[in-house]
């Protein structure tokens, strides 16, 4: 079981910066593929990044290709989106996804057995 616990969302302006975290407890989360989604009011849940187990292999949704960037430190059992140039569209509640994988994961929501509860990222223009 793993429990995870996004936080650091906000209201920022478009152009601007914010550092998502994502705090995971329980199975040895080196061994754990993680990702990031995003849902905007009346969208379907969509990727935005992922990271395999040990950092090493990283992808991207097009969309954010070039401005976010996503990391993780297992010694502390965080994951972090670092989102730069922020847009309108980039407006939506951004979870972190996890799942017991030797490989980097997909980008299909069904692939993650775990989820947080989501944290609010609002761009104004």
């Known amino acids: 079981q793993v429990q995870l616990v996004e936080s650091g969302g906000g209201l920022v302006q478009a152009g601007e910066s914010l550092r998502l975290s994502c705090a995971a407890s329980?199975?040895?989360?080196?061994?754990?593929?993680m990702a990031w989604f995003r849902q905007a009011p009346g969208k379907e849940r969509e990727f935005v990044a992922a990271i395999s187990r040990g950092g090493m292999s990283k992808y991207y949704a097009d969309s954010v290709k070039g401005r976010f960037t996503v990391s993780r430190d297992n010694a502390k059992n965080l994951v972090y989106l670092q989102m730069n140039s922020l847009k309108p569209e980039d407006t939506a509640v951004y979870y972190c996804?996890?799942?017991?994988?030797?490989?980097?994961?997909?980008?299909?929501?069904?692939?993650?057995?775990?989820w947080g509860q989501g944290t609010q990222v609002t761009v104004f223009s």
């Open positions: 329980g199975r040895a989360f080196s061994n754990t593929a």
């Open positions: 996804a996890a799942k017991p994988a030797l490989r980097i994961g997909g980008q299909r929501v069904h692939e993650y057995d775990y």
